[in-house]
């Protein structure tokens, strides 16, 4: 299948490994490789960074020679990107918001984005959602989550 | 042996563990017949579940999971022309047609008995040659043992199909992420910039949540909702002498390709039911029937890949050496509890190995009660929206990844192995090798080490050990190949 988007796929993930595999390298060098006889922390590192120098770079080569090998075309890339500042801006916020109401926002941001109109069919789930979750696994499975504001107001 | 599996009955039956491998089995066919959520991401999102249960139960119950889902695979398969699970997609083929002429009973009914007797079949094997392995596999030392592993990540790579150089990267960076933390040998800080949340290295669970569960929301996310319209009206679900007559010896024959192909890492549920369906086009009477309603082309797949699910068990149970993602995880679950599979696993923990058998023989049975009569129950289903269905599957992901160390930075991790996995499936990297090669990198490292030290930096050691030697063999045989073709500029994939 030839595909655009998935030959400059190849040559991006191709480049990312390759310097992925020099960052190895690096990293194992400065841990000490050793000798075979006497291996280093860095041995095994080292020859990991090597075989990914190796495979990314036939992978460049194969990609320069246009072959594309595989991949799905993006349907949509809105509604997938979407969700992945929604999932980032939870990661950022789950501390200081605390779990429900970053759950509540985050499980409003994928239901807008899975189609589901701003209403009471999109708010009463995830509102029900995060606050249910809460309760079972912090109150009765004993999973501590994070409080956030709403901990600080009730004096947690 | 029969005392053994006495032994096993007994911890299988006892009413905690009948529970669980009850909740195992439903669970899976239920994930089995949603096509948006595949074992992995359901065992991976029950993981910290285990952390409480005893080992042998946390086994029953996410082998329950894996096994499960190849019966409800096939009912989506069938019904719908949509393979609910990876392994039933050649079910569609044959079992579709059979539902558009009105006989979605019959295919129903074969599928489910044919997984019965297949599954049933494999556990059998899987009690009489796991011993023997196990046995053999004590003899392995520090060079047999690498090169065992690094055969087992190189099927896993070709056999899992798609571009092999691409599964080698995932390989390769698998090993590398699995160093990160305290190495095993000096205790020197591996690749943790600093960090003392990385201190332990990645928690696995962690990043298998990010790349199978969160993975898979993000890329459900691209298609919109499709609403399913299931026609009901199955008739019978018991097949006729007729389709008895056909069907019997391909579950056989399914039966047999599916057990041997699932020993193999990598082989498992996708590829033996394709051999199996190969295999029943080209030796049957009327291949001209096939993709038109051949009751073989659905008997066939379905036997092989649930044979193949229960053999996949056997270089978990008797070599400490997984051959996919799912089998990967059950392989942490154990080690959670401080239980590292292996050769000895038989010998010293009889109530994990025969507990987990036994357990296998009686989910066969909950499964075939569960599918046969509750058809019609599962295929409402498919009705719960996926929007919510994404949303559990998220909160679940959270909790869980919260849960390992009470830590934000963990649930970054988790988010982070999301989106990576998601571009990853994007450009045709495989995932199941990173997930593989993270757990065995220390055993591989390890083992090269200590087999590098007594061999005074002779890295001849691995080929002067004649099994070892033969074991590199078959590596380098099955690693060449993708890359011969690519440097004669043929295709990378395996057909």
Same mark, same amino acid.
């Given at each position: 299948?030839?595909?655009?988007?998935?030959?400059?796929?190849?040559?991006? %993930?191709?480049? /990312?490994?390759?310097? #992925?595999?020099?960052?190895?390298?690096?990293?194992?060098?400065?841990?000490?490789?050793?000798?075979?006889?006497?291996?280093?922390?860095?041995?095994?590192?080292?020859?990991?960074?090597?075989?990914?120098?190796?495979?990314?770079?036939?992978?460049?080569?194969?990609?320069?020679?246009?072959?594309?090998?595989?991949?799905?075309?993006?349907?949509?890339?809105?509604?997938?990107?979407?969700?992945?500042?929604? /999932?980032?801006?939870?990661?950022?916020?789950?501390?200081?918001?605390?779990?429900? #109401?970053?759950? %509540? %926002?985050?499980?409003?941001?994928?239901?807008?984005?899975?189609?589901?109109? #701003?209403?009471?069919?999109?708010? #009463?789930?995830?509102?029900?959602?995060?606050?249910?979750?809460?309760?079972?696994?912090?109150?009765?499975?004993?999973?501590?989550?994070?409080?956030?504001?709403?901990? %600080?107001?009730?004096?947690? | 042996?029969?005392?053994?599996?006495?032994?096993?009955?007994?911890?299988?039956?006892?009413?905690?563990?009948?529970?669980?491998?009850?909740?195992?089995?439903?669970?899976?066919?239920?994930?089995?017949?949603?096509?948006?959520?595949?074992?992995?991401?359901?065992?991976?999102? @029950?993981?910290?579940?285990?952390?409480?249960?005893?080992?042998?139960?946390?086994?029953?119950?996410?082998?329950?999971?894996?096994?499960?889902?190849?019966?409800?695979?096939?009912?989506?398969?069938?019904?719908?022309?949509?393979? $609910?699970?990876?392994?039933?997609?050649?079910?569609?083929?044959?079992?579709?047609?059979?539902?558009?002429?009105?006989?979605?009973?019959?295919?129903? =009914?074969?599928?489910?008995? =044919?997984?019965?007797?297949?599954?049933?079949?494999?556990?059998?094997?899987?009690?009489?040659?796991?011993?023997?392995?196990?046995?053999?596999?004590?003899?392995?030392?520090?060079?047999?043992?690498?090169?065992?592993?690094?055969?087992?990540?190189?099927?896993?790579?070709?056999?899992?199909?798609?571009?092999?150089?691409?599964?080698?990267?995932?390989?390769?960076?698998?090993?590398?992420?699995?160093?990160?933390?305290?190495?095993?040998?000096?205790?020197?800080?591996?690749?943790?910039? &600093?960090?003392?949340?990385?201190?332990?290295?990645?928690?696995?669970?962690?990043?298998?949540?990010?790349?199978?569960?969160?993975?898979?929301?993000?890329?459900?996310?691209?298609?919109?909702?499709?609403?399913?319209?299931?026609?009901?009206?199955?008739?019978?679900?018991?097949?006729?002498?007729?389709?008895?007559?056909?069907?019997?010896?391909?579950?056989?024959?399914?039966?047999?390709? &599916?057990?041997?192909?699932?020993?193999?890492?990598?082989?498992?549920?996708?590829? *033996? *039911?394709?051999?199996?369906?190969?295999?029943?086009?080209?030796?049957?009477?009327?291949?001209?029937?096939?993709?038109? $309603?051949?009751?073989? =082309?659905?008997?066939?797949?379905?036997?092989?890949?649930?044979?193949?699910?229960?053999?996949?068990?056997?270089?978990?149970?008797?070599?400490?050496?997984? =051959?996919?993602?799912?089998?990967?995880?059950?392989?942490?679950?154990?080690?959670?509890?401080?239980?590292?599979?292996?050769?000895?696993?038989?010998?010293?923990?009889?109530?994990?190995?025969?507990?987990?058998?036994?357990?296998?023989?009686?989910?066969?049975?909950?499964?075939?009660?569960?599918? @046969?009569?509750?058809?019609?129950?599962?295929?409402?289903?498919?009705?719960?929206?996926?929007?919510? @269905?994404?949303?559990?599957?998220?909160?679940?992901?959270?909790?869980?990844?919260?849960?390992?160390?009470?830590?934000?930075?963990?649930?970054?991790?988790?988010?982070?192995?999301?989106?990576?996995?998601?571009?990853?499936?994007?450009?045709?990297?495989?995932?199941?090798?990173?997930?593989?090669?993270?757990?065995?990198?220390?055993?591989?490292?390890?083992?090269?080490?200590?087999?590098?030290?007594? *061999?005074?930096?002779?890295?001849?050691?691995?080929?002067?050990?004649?099994?070892?030697?033969?074991?590199? $063999?078959?590596?380098?045989?099955?690693?060449?190949?993708?890359?011969?073709?690519?440097?004669? &500029?043929?295709?990378?994939?395996?057909?």
């Amino acid at each position: 299948m030839q595909h655009r988007g998935l030959k400059s796929g190849d040559l991006i %993930a191709g480049g /990312f490994f390759l310097l #992925l595999g020099l960052g190895a390298i690096v990293g194992a060098v400065q841990l000490q490789i050793g000798t075979p006889s006497e291996p280093q922390p860095g041995f095994f590192p080292f020859l990991g960074g090597v075989g990914l120098v190796v495979l990314s770079s036939l992978l460049l080569v194969q990609d320069w020679r246009g072959q594309s090998s595989g991949g799905e075309p993006f349907v949509e890339v809105r509604r997938p990107l979407l969700a992945t500042v929604g /999932f980032v801006a939870f990661v950022v916020m789950l501390d200081p918001l605390g779990y429900v #109401l970053a759950t %509540a %926002a985050l499980s409003v941001v994928l239901l807008l984005v899975l189609g589901v109109r #701003l209403g009471l069919r999109s708010l #009463l789930p995830a509102v029900l959602l995060s606050i249910g979750s809460y309760l079972l696994f912090d109150r009765m499975l004993d999973v501590p989550l994070p409080e956030g504001i709403l901990g %600080a107001l009730f004096g947690h | 042996m029969l005392e053994n599996l006495a032994s096993g009955f007994a911890v299988a039956l006892s009413p905690w563990n009948l529970a669980y491998a009850g909740f195992g089995a439903v669970l899976g066919t239920a994930i089995g017949v949603l096509p948006g959520l595949g074992p992995p991401a359901t065992i991976a999102m @029950l993981l910290p579940l285990t952390y409480g249960m005893e080992p042998v139960s946390a086994v029953i119950m996410l082998a329950g999971i894996f096994y499960g889902a190849m019966y409800g695979g096939s009912t989506t398969s069938i019904l719908l022309n949509i393979p $609910g699970e990876a392994g039933s997609v050649v079910t569609c083929l044959d079992g579709y047609r059979m539902t558009r002429a009105g006989r979605a009973g019959a295919a129903l =009914g074969i599928a489910a008995i =044919g997984s019965f007797i297949a599954g049933t079949l494999g556990v059998l094997g899987l009690s009489l040659i796991s011993p023997i392995l196990a046995d053999f596999a004590l003899r392995f030392g520090p060079a047999e043992y690498f090169s065992l592993v690094l055969l087992g990540l190189t099927m896993a790579v070709y056999l899992s199909g798609g571009s092999a150089l691409k599964g080698l990267v995932m390989t390769v960076l698998g090993l590398l992420l699995g160093t990160i933390g305290l190495d095993p040998v000096f205790g020197a800080e591996r690749f943790t910039f &600093g960090s003392s949340n990385l201190t332990d290295g990645l928690d696995f669970v962690v990043v298998a949540m990010g790349l199978f569960g969160i993975a898979e929301v993000l890329s459900n996310l691209e298609s919109p909702e499709q609403p399913v319209a299931v026609k009901p009206g199955i008739k019978s679900i018991f097949p006729t002498r007729e389709d008895w007559k056909r069907a019997w010896a391909p579950i056989a024959r399914g039966s047999f390709f &599916g057990f041997f192909i699932g020993i193999l890492p990598g082989g498992g549920a996708i590829i *033996s *039911s394709f051999v199996s369906y190969a295999v029943e086009k080209k030796i049957s009477k009327h291949p001209e029937q096939f993709g038109h $309603g051949a009751i073989e =082309g659905v008997a066939a797949p379905e036997s092989a890949n649930n044979a193949a699910s229960v053999s996949s068990f056997i270089p978990l149970l008797t070599l400490g050496i997984p =051959g996919n993602a799912s089998i990967a995880m059950i392989l942490v679950a154990l080690m959670i509890h401080g239980i590292r599979p292996g050769p000895q696993l038989i010998a010293e923990h009889p109530d994990i190995f025969w507990g987990a058998v036994a357990s296998m023989y009686l989910g066969n049975v909950m499964l075939l009660a569960l599918n @046969l009569p509750l058809v019609g129950l599962w295929v409402k289903l498919l009705q719960v929206p996926y929007s919510l @269905l994404a949303l559990v599957v998220v909160v679940i992901c959270v909790v869980g990844a919260y849960s390992v160390h009470n830590s934000t930075f963990d649930v970054g991790v988790m988010i982070g192995f999301g989106i990576f996995g998601y571009l990853l499936r994007k450009t045709g990297f495989p995932a199941a090798p990173l997930v593989l090669a993270m757990i065995l990198g220390p055993i591989l490292e390890r083992s090269l080490q200590q087999a590098m030290i007594s *061999s005074a930096g002779d890295p001849l050691i691995f080929v002067q050990h004649p099994l070892s030697a033969a074991l590199l $063999g078959v590596a380098a045989l099955v690693a060449l190949t993708p890359l011969l073709s690519l440097m004669r &500029g043929g295709s990378t994939k395996p057909a």
